[in-house]
């Protein structure tokens, strides 16, 4: 069965950077579109970033020009680069597919606070 295991989070101020990563196993990697998403507190699971099998990649407006997601084939992973974030950032951070089949890892919680 496939699993996602999501790292890297923390308690950030504004400004700051962090870089996210999702280890996938039990699946294809290679085949798929992957995807960042995000739960803020109050707020449905929204869509950030996806990274498309040519690498293509599409990002919410509120996240353009600050994160990147990309891809590593060999290593399974998925990452998201996460440069001048801000308050409106705090979420928990988890990834699936493109468009997610998969259940839900436990995702890694960013804070964005001074």
Do not use: H
């Not at 040519?54 to 020009?65: F, I, W």
């Not at 839900?104 to 804070?111: F, L, N, P, S």
């Amino acid at each position: 069965q496939a699993q996602l295991v999501e790292s890297g989070g923390g308690l950030v101020q504004p400004g700051g950077s962090l870089r996210l990563s999702c280890t996938v196993s039990g699946l294809n990697f290679g085949r798929y579109s992957w995807a960042w998403y995000r739960q803020g507190p109050g707020y449905q699971r929204e869509l950030v970033a996806t990274v498309l099998l040519d690498r293509t990649t599409n990002y919410e407006d509120s996240v353009k020009g600050r994160f990147t997601i990309s891809r590593d084939n060999d290593r399974r992973t998925v990452f998201l680069q996460m440069n001048s974030l801000k308050p409106g950032d705090t979420a928990v951070y988890y990834c699936n597919t493109g468009t997610p089949i998969l259940p839900w890892g436990q995702g890694t919680q960013v804070t964005v606070s001074s």
